[in-house]
């Protein structure tokens, strides 16, 4: 039997998307009779239930490609501030090589996605960054990045120096539409001219960037006051009503699947917003709200969160919430795989690292 061959997808900065595209490339290999393995060596996000496969974006992969026990790769450790400290204070260590060439003697699958931690240099000090992985399993390199200024050139390049011939390409992400004309006409010709395959240009996707009603109660630790069977509604944008109505109503009418934050003494704000695209109303200062709107958010089926925080602190969570989008419903399951068929070159990426 074949040694499966190693593609390892990384980002230079955290949440550029990886788990994004391990996903819609593993969905065109598989179309071509690829038979796909996967692993992600640095948990970075474990949920509730330890295990070496607690990380959430393993569950997510392994769920949605259906993958057989043998063609997951196990989580070597967790990246956290706890981890972090025994190492430091040595007394964690462990030389993680020796565990990591262990995924070379497991032979199922003819190609082994293995996902980064957020950046190139994390879990440098176990030896797992993510030049030294690609190293150690002789993996070649995806690299995803969220186009946000032209200052992502210069990371690129650096990104290039450190990994050299490994790097096969990179996917540009979360491109916004006024940038596009940038990207074609003059930082893809320059990358590529240094060496550098852009082997994709994904668009910026509202869908993409929502969020589901059930992730802010969850975030926000809410209660949900009304249309509890409506949490999988899913939020665009946010807005804030702490101005008086008029006001509120020019930004509401502008605004399209959004959450609204008002203080639970707002009557007004939160019967406007009813009655415009708004997906959840999320109450600040643990204060209920009068019967007449809970009444017309039934009638809407608009869920209404209340919640125990401020606005300010509301916001921040909310805001950080966006910044971690994940892509455990669905809809964003379909999404990005149809943005990756029309949009990335599975062909090159294979021609690259050996697939053809």
């Not at 948990?43 to 496969?53: R, V």
């Not at 990179?170 to 004309?181: G, I």
């Not at 926000?220 to 409506?230: H, I, M, N, S």
Request: glycine share 6%; charged share 20%.
């Amino acid at each position: 039997m074949p040694k499966p061959k190693y593609l390892l997808i990384g980002s230079t900065e955290a949440y550029s998307g990886k788990s994004a595209a391990i996903l819609g490339v593993a969905e065109q290999l598989r179309k071509q009779g690829v038979d796909i393995a996967y692993g992600k060596p640095i948990g970075t996000c474990l949920g509730k239930h330890d295990s070496n496969f607690a990380d959430a974006d393993v569950r997510l992969v392994a769920k949605t490609l259906h993958l057989r026990e043998g063609c997951l790769r196990p989580t070597l450790l967790s990246l956290d501030e706890a981890t972090i400290k025994a190492r430091l204070e040595g007394h964690d260590q462990v030389d993680y090589h020796p565990l990591l060439t262990q995924y070379l003697s497991m032979e199922e699958g003819d190609l082994v996605l293995l996902e980064g931690a957020g950046t190139l240099e994390e879990g440098r000090i176990f030896g797992l960054s993510l030049p030294q992985i690609a190293e150690v399993v002789n993996a070649s390199v995806l690299l995803v990045a969220r186009f946000h200024s032209m200052l992502l050139v210069e990371m690129l390049l650096t990104a290039q120096e450190r990994l050299g011939d490994r790097l096969v390409g990179v996917l540009l992400n979360d491109v916004s539409p006024d940038q596009l004309d940038l990207i074609n006409s003059t930082v893809r010709p320059f990358l590529e001219a240094q060496g550098i395959p852009i082997l994709g240009v994904l668009p910026r996707n509202s869908l993409l960037r929502s969020v589901s009603v059930e992730e802010l109660v969850r975030q926000l630790k809410a209660d949900v006051l009304c249309r509890p069977d409506r949490l999988d509604l899913m939020v665009e944008s946010l807005t804030i009503g702490a101005m008086n109505v008029n006001a509120a109503m020019k930004y509401f009418q502008r605004a399209r699947n959004m959450a609204v934050v008002t203080g639970g003494d707002r009557t007004d704000i939160q019967l406007a917003a009813l009655e415009t695209s708004t997906q959840c109303l999320i109450l600040t200062g643990y204060l209920p709200p009068l019967p007449q709107v809970l009444s017309r958010a039934e009638d809407l089926e608009v869920p209404i969160l209340s919640v125990d925080l401020d606005t300010l602190s509301t916001v921040d969570v909310i805001n950080h919430t966006f910044g971690q989008v994940r892509l455990h419903e669905p809809a964003k399951l379909q999404c990005i795989q149809q943005l990756m068929a029309e949009h990335f070159d599975i062909d090159r990426l294979t021609a690259a690292i050996g697939l053809v």
